[in-house]
């Protein structure tokens, strides 16, 4: 049922280049080799073109990440500024760029972590993986080695690389590579909407939730798990907002058993839940966070680990005999990543992110509600801030999946390419998170957009 992309197969077309010499990221090799690239050849603003022309409404921000868009020149002129000074200078031995001084202040200024520091390094994954080896030290320095399991959450996404890997709950990043390593545990996904039995109330799913929880390190034995890991609102799973009184039950168990919260912030960071962080909007108190993505708007390659006290003084307790923390990435810290994630915060302070975040979430989910009312096979909206998820479903009433065999989420991602929408389609979720700068235009643009394509997708299914 999926729609059918055509494209250039001239042997020398960039489409068959790409074909033959790209390896894609999340991507089916064998069915990219049938339908070819999408090639995207420029952006402004809210939108993107293809290689044809054809203009786009990102309303994804890439990856979840360009938060101000994909021209944002202010940036391009912060990174050639600190290219002038030098091309690369780093973190290690006691040295640092001037401005990576001033970004981990101005992090530390915004941190939802007391009396935090600022630890760099490029990617998402680098940075959850860096409070697992962060959450390790925690316990080894108290007496405690032994703790080294690490709790995650099915339907959570924290990265690719071996260990954020094992700590996804999503079977496709397991399944080819024999992982989750062991010692990488998985417990419920708050889904309120999927996973109440009947009759349960959802105070009552986060008691069971809780509950579960607690037999699980039970199981395992509390002396053995270091660290719970989260996102404030799953983002890859599906946009999941957990229940009222979620985090505060979970964390209650958590604590009680000496376990670390590590809260991802990688997507939820940066205002994009309509606070500052997606802990805030949530009600989660982590010991650490990872955050990436909107920290440079994409613009380069950065993430950091802000961590608390705690987790400070078990690093120097750990090294008291004069060793070197003994991790860090080449590029942790990098100058023009530095100089672009300091311009990208003066521009979220300038627009006065959080505000113009909630006023243009509540506007998109009051539109897609609209046109839900007046929709067949919309199940749920949810989401917070610009972050929303729309669940498609067989029979709303009953909340009754479509059979997974109809693909229903990647027809509708194909339709709205079509009809030039960008979104995500997470089985047959449609995620909405499109870049903070998004005004009322773009968000009426972005409905018009959606609710054509929802329509197509219902005379296809009638
Ligand atoms: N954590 C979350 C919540 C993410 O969504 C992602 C990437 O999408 C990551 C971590 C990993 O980030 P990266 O791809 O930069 O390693």
Redesign the pocket.
């Known amino acids: 049922m999926e729609a059918a992309r055509v494209f250039d197969s001239k042997p020398n077309s960039a489409e068959a280049r790409d074909i033959a010499f790209h390896l894609h990221s999340q991507t089916n090799p064998q069915r990219h080799a049938e339908i070819g690239p999408l090639i995207m050849a420029r952006g402004e603003g809210v939108h993107v073109y293809d290689a044809s022309g054809k203009r786009y409404l990102e309303a994804m921000a890439g990856?979840?990440c360009t938060s101000l868009g994909f021209s944002e020149t202010r940036l391009k002129a912060a990174a050639a500024t600190a290219y002038d000074k030098f091309g690369f200078y780093h973190s290690f031995n006691h040295k640092t760029p001037d401005n990576t001084i001033e970004l981990a202040e101005k992090l530390v200024e915004i941190s939802p972590i007391p009396d935090a520091q600022a630890y760099f390094a490029t990617?998402?994954?680098?940075?959850?993986e860096t409070m697992v080896k962060l959450a390790w030290v925690y316990h080894a320095v108290r007496g405690k080695p032994g703790k080294r399991k690490i709790i995650a959450r099915d339907r959570g996404?924290?990265?690719?690389?071996i260990v954020?890997a094992s700590m996804c709950g999503l079977p496709r990043m397991h399944r080819e590579f024999g992982l989750p390593l062991d010692g990488f545990l998985h417990t419920h996904c708050p889904d309120a909407y999927r996973g109440t039995r009947p009759g349960e109330s959802e105070a009552a799913f986060v008691d069971r939730l809780a509950a579960d929880l607690e037999a699980l390190i039970m199981a395992e034995g509390p002396d053995t798990i270091a660290a719970f890991i989260g996102?404030p609102i799953n983002?890859?799973g599906g946009i999941v907002v957990p229940p009222k009184g979620y985090f505060a039950a979970i964390e209650a168990v958590l604590r009680r058993h000496d376990i670390l919260v590590l809260g991802?912030e990688?997507?939820?960071g940066f205002g994009r839940t309509g606070n500052w962080f997606g802990c805030e909007t949530v009600g989660m108190k982590p010991d650490m966070v990872?955050l990436?993505?909107g920290i440079t708007s994409s613009y380069f390659?950065m993430?950091a680990v802000l961590l608390g006290r705690p987790i400070r003084d078990a690093l120097s307790e750990m090294n008291k005999g004069g060793e070197l923390f003994g991790h860090g990435f080449t590029n942790s810290g990098h100058p023009v990543g530095a100089a672009i994630a300091l311009e990208t915060l003066n521009i979220y302070h300038e627009m006065d992110v959080v505000p113009h975040v909630r006023r243009m979430g509540s506007r998109l989910r009051a539109g897609l509600e609209q046109i839900a009312r007046d929709s067949r096979i919309v199940g749920q909206v949810r989401g917070e801030g610009l972050m929303i998820g729309v669940e498609l479903v067989a029979a709303p009433a009953t909340r009754q999946a479509f059979d997974p065999a109809l693909k229903v989420g990647a027809m509708f991602d194909a339709l709205a390419i079509e009809n030039g929408l960008i979104i995500r389609a997470m089985g047959d979720t449609i995620g909405f998170c499109p870049p903070l700068i998004i005004d009322e235009a773009g968000v009426d643009e972005a409905l018009d957009l959606f609710g054509r394509t929802l329509f197509s997708a219902e005379a296809k299914l009638a």
Not at 123 to 128: D, I, M, Q, V
């Open positions: 990856l979840w990617s998402g994954s680098e940075a959850t996404f924290h990265g690719s690389t954020a996102e983002a890859g991802d990688v997507v939820c990872a990436a993505k390659p993430s």
